[in-house]
């Protein structure tokens, strides 16, 4: 449509790739195309010891026994998933092999209905033993896991654990109403927050390389799954529904790189993405068995420093990296020009050109990292060296990536095309 006699005429937009690209996945000779662990990986690689039963949490860390100075090994991680109806934690014993720690029971080496874990490069894991009213912290050596302390005093009904930059146990009870904080296993006075039905949490914060701020806080899920909040030196600061992102119910959260805040929904078989103040982003996938799509997502792990992500569902986990998506492009026909503005469900590098119809460049907009998630252009019209853009068809492209994570293997570009047509200040052809 022209809105003036001198003002562009707006034609189709497209992106490419085409589909929700907020998670992506690596490429194929990371992983060799295999994206997705499920029964039969499982059975292969434990000779049908254990069956996916009621996965519960996940935790994903880079151990630094595994960290060889100068090589390029981020990728290779150690990861813990609770797999609640046998009482195990499943892990990669190594990077070729899986191990089993637990099973049910009340014993010091055993687990009942266990649902959070965490876990950090030192080697340390720590377990929510629900069924048995108490914490579990296992070390980590070489392939094998030993339990070298416990956290019982006053927990009736454990349920998440989160392990901050400084060392401290983080710990739902769902029954008490409690988030608690422990220094030790041996803390006799926990710190607690008071919180309804708390289940899930993360921790985020304290100067370390893996936080992008240095601005602790904590994401809990509370009211059963039906609330999600933001928790900053013992208060309530931030709180959402599912009803806020058209979901059904909470699971357990996660805090990327930057501070967004990612939670599961099972209900919905969706993932959730909130900015640090829970302003909601974003959501992704939907219940299927494709390969953007959860059968039931339950535990989510992100390693901060890489970007790797890692999600539970009810007979298996998927794998991916963090990409990132347009959200409501709009452009806007100026009289002289445009506006375009366009949100962002990442952090990003972006750059935007106007091409001519042969492909050219015509106008380079510029561009750069940008941590504020939201593209907003206004092009007065002029060409490189400021005269008037002649008459004729131009596109607006605007490519993004990641700025970690996928960097340098995933873009998005999105394409505008316009038309300037002949008048006042205008060269025509």
Known sequence: MILMAAALVLGSYSVEPDGPTTLVHPPFGHCMGICRAGTEQLA???????????PQGLACVKLQEWDAPGVGDDD?????????GTGHIIYNATMYTLGLYGGTGSGDDELRAPHGIAADPEGRVVVADTGNSRVVILHRSGPRMVPTGFITAGLAEPWGVALDSGGSIWVTDRALGELLRFDSADDPEPDAVPLEAPRGVAAYGGGRYDFYRNEPFLAVVTRDGAGLVRVEDGEVTAEVTPSDCGGQSFDYPVIDYYGNVWVTDSAACEIHKFDRNLAYITSF?????GDFQFDSPTGLAIWRRYGQVFVAERAGAKYFWLGTDFLSPEMTAL????????GLTEQSNVEAEILGQDGSIAVDLGGGRNLERLIDITW???GPGGEPLPQGSYTLMVTIEPTYSSRGYFTKVLRQEFDIPAGEGRVPD
């Open 335 to 342: 009289e002289r020009g445009f506006r375009f503005v366009c």
């Open 380 to 382: 007065n019209g002029d």
């Open 285 to 289: 996938g939907g219940p299927g068995s």
């Open 76 to 84: 290779e991680l150690a990861v813990y998933g609770v797999n609640s």
């Open 44 to 54: 292969m690689l434990l000779g049908g010891l254990v069956r996916f039963d009621d």
